[in-house]
Every structure is written in C-alpha cells, then in structure tokens.
C-alpha cells in the first residue's frame, strides 16, 4: 500500500483564481492519477502524471485549464487554472502500486469556487 | 456513456442482515472489477477485487459476485455493521490502471 497526503483539504476560492493542490507519497510509485467527483457523480479521471514528461490527458480534460507537474516519482501537482464555479468538485490523486491492480487514493481536497 | 452504473443511489439494511450493492456495466473489454468505500472527508479505500476469469471472491465479511454474460456484478456484506456505513463504489479495468467508476450506492447500516 502507500501513504499518500494532499493538500489542502479544501478550499474556498474566488472566480477567476487559480488553486494547486499538492500530492506527496511516502514511496516511489510508477503511475499517480489525478481524479474529479463532481457533486452526485461518479469518481472521472482528469490525467495521468507522467514523470518528467507532460501528463497524459483524458477526453474533456485539456493542459491549459489542468495542468500538472511530476518532478520525481513521489510528488504532483495539479493546478485549477482559471476557476469557475462549474469547478467546484473534490480532486482526488491516486497512485498505483506493485501489480497495477488497485489504485490507492489521498484523502481529497474540497473546492468550493464562488 | 456511463459504463459502470450502480442503479441504487442508496440502501438501508439493519445491523445484522446482509446488505447486497449492484453493478452492471456494459464494456465486454472490462477484466477486472474492485470495490471501493469512501467515507465523508476521506478518499475511497480498497475493499475488494475480482478478475474477470472469476465468478466469485471472498474475504472475510464480504463478497464479490461477477455474472459476465449478464454484465453484472455484486457486493455482498454479512453481517452488515454500523460502521459499514459508506458510499460504495463499483469500478472497472480495461487498460493498465485506468479506472472507470461507477455513481456510487450510500450504504446505510441502522441499529
């Protein structure tokens, strides 16, 4: 298993604004994801974050609006560029482990945007 | 397209019984199915597995029952306790990592 922290826990954040949330683990994984739950929906993969390269975006997720940095093979960030109210959704990270076979997540972070 | 549907926003079972959550999905590709938990404030935490060449998987209180002709999987828990209370969520594999979830199923086990 892994210990992953992400923070903040939430957040309250003004239209317009940007906001970064941070992913640390206490071990060296291959593959970290960052995830969307909008209110009432299911859990939707934004991108996986590639070490030292460019994260690797699904269909609806774009660069510009989401991006994210992997310097090493413990820590991402993704930011929330531009915010708007649509945006208000928990963001989780999630890393994959040994066989790939499950994902293990951080504990979210609440975005409110006003 | 939602793949993964959990029809059932919600289930109240007492303390004791068994409670079952539902999934159905409808890409034949999926080969492993899991079940998450999640609790307010916190990220959804592994419960249990199972590989598409299965049709069933125990551990302990829970189990897991994949019908693959019907597209349809299941969770069964008993004896349900208070502290099963959660939202539970289905989700399925078809490539290396990348998950597909379902909307979840709030379960809520009362005394």
């Known amino acids: 298993s892994a210990v992953i922290s992400q923070k903040p826990s939430r957040d309250i954040c003004q239209r317009g604004t940007s906001l970064t949330i941070q992913c640390q683990v206490d071990s060296q994984v291959t593959m970290m994801f960052w995830y969307r739950q909008q209110p009432g929906q299911s859990l939707t993969l934004i991108a996986t974050a590639n070490q030292g390269s460019e994260a690797t975006y699904e269909s609806g997720f774009v660069i510009d609006k989401f991006p994210i940095s992997r310097p090493n093979l413990t820590f991402s960030t993704l930011t929330v560029s531009n915010m708007s109210p649509e945006d208000s959704s928990i963001y989780l990270c999630s890393v994959a482990t040994g066989s790939h076979e499950k994902l293990f997540f951080g504990s979210g972070t609440q975005l409110s945007v006003l | 397209d939602q793949q993964v549907k959990q029809n059932s926003p919600s289930l109240s079972v007492q303390e004791g019984r068994i409670s079952i959550l539902n999934c159905d999905y409808t890409?034949?590709?999926?080969?492993?199915f899991l079940w998450y938990k999640k609790y307010p404030a916190e990220g959804p935490t592994f419960l249990i597995s199972?590989?598409?060449?299965?049709d069933k998987n125990e551990d302990g209180r829970f189990t897991v029952f994949l019908n693959k002709s019907a597209k349809h999987l299941s969770l069964h828990i008993v004896p349900s306790q208070p502290g099963d209370s959660a939202v539970y969520f289905c989700?399925?594999?078809?490539?290396?990592?990348?998950?597909?979830f379902g909307t979840g199923t709030r379960l809520q086990v009362t005394l």
């Open positions: 989700a399925a594999r078809n490539t290396a990592s990348k998950l597909t």
């Open positions: 890409n034949s590709m999926f080969d492993y």
């Open positions: 199972i590989s598409s060449i299965k």
